[in-house]
């Protein structure tokens, strides 16, 4: 099946930092990718749909200069958090959608951020 | 705006129950419903359902649509522990967009 894989998996640094986190499909071409902040027991939060070659769509409520995404290549995306503050600590989750509008989407294993 | 809403939220049964899960949703422009297991990590896909009455199954897990009622249901048969998770239900649109319900929290109890 489609594999995507994320990275790292745990993040924990201090206030003021900027984090890289990397999402992969390793094994289709994905033109959409999508990012997801997951608080605890609580659902999926899309924060941005990213798209090979383009600017990414941010969902409202998300700051664009301070969740930067890049999707460089059909098969990889990044999410850098700049200065990142106590409040940005979450679960961050990444999937990658196979080819045509209905299509699954493939979630990365996501990453655990804590800024001190 | 699109709204996708699962019941119950949570849901205790032991082993060897029989579980309906729930999913109805208002979306314009309908192209695909999908439901998605959650663990301890991110969500793994189970199932995605484009036409009404096509039951797809795998193992003791099994869904359909109903595309008139806009409703969805996930049934799980035999329940196992290991079946405990957040089952997700999402739907896909025709412009791309996908949204995601608020999950069932699943607890099968030895």
């Known amino acids: 099946g489609a594999v995507v894989s994320q990275h790292p998996s745990r993040v924990i640094c201090k206030s003021g930092t900027s984090v890289k986190i990397e999402c992969r499909s390793l094994?289709?071409?994905?033109?959409?990718m999508f990012w997801y902040r997951q608080f605890p027991k609580q659902s999926l939060m899309l924060m941005a749909t990213?798209?090979?070659?383009?600017?990414?769509?941010?969902e409202q409520g998300v700051e664009k200069d301070k969740f930067l995404i890049n999707h460089a290549s059909l098969t990889l995306s990044t999410l850098t958090v700049t200065s990142a503050h106590p409040e940005d600590s979450s679960f961050y989750i990444c999937?990658?959608?196979?080819?045509?509008?209905?299509?699954?989407?493939?979630f990365g294993d996501g990453t655990r951020l804590s800024i001190l | 705006e699109d709204k996708v809403v699962q019941s119950p939220l949570s849901l205790v049964v032991h082993e060897g129950d029989t579980v309906t899960l729930n999913c109805s949703y208002e979306?314009?422009?309908?192209?695909?419903l999908l439901w998605y297991k959650q663990e301890k990590k991110a969500p793994t896909f189970l199932f995605m359902l484009t036409s009404s009455g096509i039951e797809k199954k795998s193992g003791r897990l099994s869904s359909i649509l109903d595309k008139k009622e806009l409703f969805s249901i996930l049934n799980i048969t035999a329940t196992q522990t290991g079946d405990s998770a957040v089952y997700l239900c999402?739907?896909?649109?025709?412009?791309?967009?996908?949204?995601f319900g608020d999950g069932t929290t699943l607890t099968v109890k030895p």
């Open positions: 990213s798209n090979e070659g383009s600017k990414a769509t941010y």
């Open positions: 094994d289709f071409q994905a033109t959409t």
């Open positions: 999937s990658a959608r196979e080819p045509g509008l209905g299509q699954p989407q493939h």
């Open positions: 999402a739907i896909n649109t025709n412009a791309g967009k996908s949204t």
């Open positions: 979306v314009t422009n309908f192209r695909s």
